[in-house]
Each structure stands twice: as C-alpha cells, then as structure tokens.
C-alpha cells in the first residue's frame, strides 16, 4: 500500500503519519523496478503516472500569532462571519485599505526574492508569517475558513491555494505567492507567479500573459461600466495567446472582510452586470493556463485546487479601487509589477 494511503485510514494522526509522505529521488526508477515511494509496487503502477507533476509533502503545525496583533474574528475559530458591508468605501476605508495594500505588496515583494531552488514552500510561509507580523498586521489566510498557513503557495499545475509544504522548490518550476494582509481592520490581497531558476520558454511566456492579462483587466476599471467589461479584457488577451481562463475562481470585493459579495469574473459573461461606481474595491485576480480552464481537487486537502489536464497556470493579482476617472491599485505602490508590462 502506498504510504499515501494510510492518510485516509488514520485521519486523527495526520501530524504524525505526514511525516511520512516521500518526495521523488533526483533519479527516478525505471517502469518496472520498485517504486521509489516504498509501497513495494512497481514504479509504473504507482507513481509513475505523476511524474513531473506537484505532490504534497508534510505540513507543519500551525503559527501562532502574538497577543498584540489585531486578529480578524474567524482566526481563533476558523469560521467566517459575513455582514453587509457597503461596496462603496468610505474615504477612512480606502486610507485604511491603501495601507493593508501597501503591507501586502511589500511582502510579496520581499517574499519573491527568497524564491530560489531548494527552498521550500514552508520556509516561504515561515517569511511571509514573520514578515507580516513584523509590520504589524494579521496574515490573513491563517485559519480562513481553518486555511493551515498564513500564504498560498501554487507551483506549476496548482491552479490556487496550494497548502506551504516541506516541498522544496525545483529549478524549473513557477510558483505563485498569494499575500493578504489585515490591519486597522481591513485586508489587502496581492499575488504574483515567480520564475524558479531556469524556466522553459512556454512557462515564462504563460507567465508574461499571465501578467498581462491582469493589466488588461485593470485598465477595463471605469466608473459607470458594467463589471463584465475586467472579463471581457482579460479573455480576449488571453485567447489571443490560445491560452486558457479558469472560471472557477474568481477575483471578490474586499475591505473589513476578505472576500465581500462583488463578484469579478476573468472571462466574459453579460450577466455580470453591476455597474462599477467610485469607492468600490475588489481584486482581479485571473489564473491563465497552457491547456484546460477546467479545475479539479486530487489533494486530500480540500484548498488545492490543480488543471484538470495537468498544464501549467499561472495568476496575478491587484486589489482596486474604482476612481472618479478611472483605477486606482491598492497593492501596486512598492509592490510587485507596479506598472503594466508594456509601460515599464
Ligand atoms: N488570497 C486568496 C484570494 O486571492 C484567498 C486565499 S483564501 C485562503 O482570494 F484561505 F486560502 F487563504
Ligand atoms: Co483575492
Ligand atoms: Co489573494
């Protein structure tokens, strides 16, 4: 029996029984020897089939955060109150907003520039923890809806939310950071996809249009037009590139809660009707693919979520602000890509 498989037998161990979970050796077995794995079956019957694709390694115990940090209120139970809040903010808001922005664009930033190969997604989680603390704010992921770390880390295929792990980072691979931070009371949600060493040309350019494709949807943010018009910009860049959009995540409104009920699609449909108006905020956050939009969930983790195909995706994100003329980014200041690929 695989080892992996004794996780689902013996769930209330998984602390111990994770640490258990093997990574694949430089050198990987021929099809009929031994897998490398020790579940005494032969490598082609059993994890042959994911060569080259991400597998899950240990997860740490959860940080702590100090007494001092003002916590949002699911981080001591991990459930998520939801209230209406206005999708029009305050100028006290937006002030506060811009700050959480900033904090989160920072430690994106600084966070990128540990991401080299060996690392593991863990020790970048362990960064961005401190980091965040450092600065005075809350991580938000941590316990969000009983999320376990306080960054999402999604390499190659992982579409989103991929758990930090004892994975090190190989040379070759993209991984996404995805940074929130919450302070005076309100978030601020930034993510950029990052090369790991050397990284193939079709990887590098999923990662520009990746890029770009966000860019387009910030610029199609203007006041008094329908909020189909960020989808419809980001589609058609997209398809140009004969790349693909996933659908089933989607950027949210944001600002005292982390994801509000405004509702950004990254591809095209007429009923997303809201008109945008002056004062609302929300991210653009689209995730690009090299094959499928098509999502499924093979971790036993219930947050990773993978391409159906197994094709690389990469994403970027900016929380806005819609001005009286136009967009103004949150997280942009100091941060990562403060200025559109082509106006740099
Ligand atoms: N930051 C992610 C987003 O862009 C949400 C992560 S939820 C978490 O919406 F629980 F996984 F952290
Ligand atoms: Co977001
Ligand atoms: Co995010």
Same mark, same amino acid.
């Given at each position: 029996?695989?080892?992996?498989?004794?996780?689902?037998?013996?769930?209330? %161990?998984? @602390?111990?029984?994770?640490?258990?979970?093997?990574?694949?050796?430089?050198?990987?077995?021929?099809?009929?020897?031994?897998?490398?794995?020790?579940?005494?079956?032969?490598?082609?019957?059993? @994890?042959?089939?994911?060569?080259?694709?991400?597998?899950?390694?240990?997860?740490?115990?959860?940080?702590?955060?100090?007494?001092?940090?003002?916590?949002?209120?699911?981080?001591? %139970?991990?459930?998520? =109150?939801?209230?209406?809040?206005?999708?029009?903010?305050?100028?006290?808001?937006?002030?506060?907003?811009?700050?959480?922005?900033?904090?989160?664009?920072? /430690?994106?930033?600084?966070?990128? =520039?540990?991401?080299?190969?060996?690392?593991?997604?863990?020790?970048?989680?362990?960064?961005?923890? =401190?980091? %965040?603390? =450092?600065?005075?704010?809350?991580?938000?992921?941590?316990?969000?809806?009983?999320?376990?770390?306080?960054?999402?880390?999604?390499?190659?295929?992982?579409?989103? !939310?991929? /758990?930090?792990?004892?994975?090190?980072?190989?040379?070759?691979? /993209?991984?996404?950071?995805?940074?929130?931070?919450?302070?005076?009371?309100?978030?601020?949600?930034?993510?950029? %996809?990052?090369?790991?060493?050397?990284?193939?040309?079709?990887?590098?350019?999923?990662?520009?249009?990746?890029?770009?494709?966000?860019?387009?949807?910030?610029?199609?943010?203007?006041?008094?037009?329908?909020?189909?018009?960020?989808?419809?910009?980001?589609?058609? @860049?997209?398809?140009?590139?004969?790349?693909?959009?996933?659908?089933?995540?989607?950027?949210?409104?944001?600002?005292?809660?982390?994801?509000?009920?405004?509702?950004?699609? @990254?591809?095209?449909?007429?009923?997303?009707?809201?008109?945008?108006?002056?004062?609302?905020?929300?991210?653009?956050?689209?995730? /690009?693919?090299?094959?499928?939009?098509? !999502?499924?969930?093979?971790?036993?983790?219930?947050?990773?979520?993978?391409?159906?195909?197994?094709?690389?995706?990469?994403?970027?994100?900016?929380?806005?602000?819609?001005?009286?003329?136009?967009?103004?980014?949150?997280?942009?200041?100091?941060?990562?890509?403060?200025?559109?690929?082509?106006?740099?």
């Amino acid at each position: 029996m695989a080892v992996r498989d004794l996780r689902h037998i013996v769930t209330s %161990t998984v @602390h111990l029984l994770v640490v258990l979970v093997p990574q694949p050796p430089q050198v990987l077995p021929q099809a009929n020897d031994p897998c490398w794995c020790g579940s005494g079956r032969k490598y082609k019957r059993c @994890h042959k089939p994911l060569e080259g694709r991400v597998l899950q390694g240990e997860v740490s115990p959860m940080r702590t955060v100090p007494a001092h940090i003002v916590r949002p209120s699911y981080a001591d %139970t991990g459930a998520v =109150e939801r209230w209406n809040e206005s999708r029009v903010k305050d100028p006290d808001v937006i002030a506060r907003m811009r700050r959480a922005g900033l904090i989160a664009a920072e /430690i994106l930033r600084a966070a990128g =520039e540990i991401v080299r190969p060996g690392i593991t997604t863990d020790a970048i989680d362990v960064f961005v923890h =401190e980091a %965040t603390i =450092e600065r005075n704010a809350y991580p938000s992921p941590l316990n969000y809806h009983g999320y376990p770390k306080s960054v999402c880390t999604s390499v190659n295929e992982v579409i989103c !939310h991929g /758990i930090p792990d004892s994975r090190q980072l190989q040379d070759g691979d /993209i991984v996404n950071l995805d940074v929130t931070a919450y302070i005076d009371g309100v978030h601020g949600d930034t993510n950029a %996809t990052f090369l790991v060493g050397d990284v193939d040309p079709a990887s590098r350019q999923l990662v520009q249009v990746a890029e770009e494709c966000m860019w387009h949807g910030i610029e199609a943010v203007r006041p008094g037009r329908p909020i189909s018009d960020i989808g419809k910009a980001i589609e058609t @860049h997209a398809k140009k590139h004969r790349m693909g959009v996933v659908r089933a995540f989607i950027g949210h409104g944001i600002g005292e809660q982390f994801h509000t009920d405004v509702q950004v699609l @990254h591809y095209y449909d007429e009923r997303a009707s809201m008109v945008m108006r002056p004062g609302m905020t929300f991210t653009i956050e689209p995730m /690009i693919t090299l094959g499928t939009w098509q !999502h499924k969930m093979v971790f036993d983790d219930d947050w990773t979520a993978v391409t159906a195909d197994g094709k690389r995706t990469a994403q970027f994100e900016h929380t806005v602000l819609v001005t009286d003329d136009g967009v103004d980014v949150l997280t942009a200041p100091g941060g990562v890509s403060a200025l559109a690929p082509w106006r740099r």
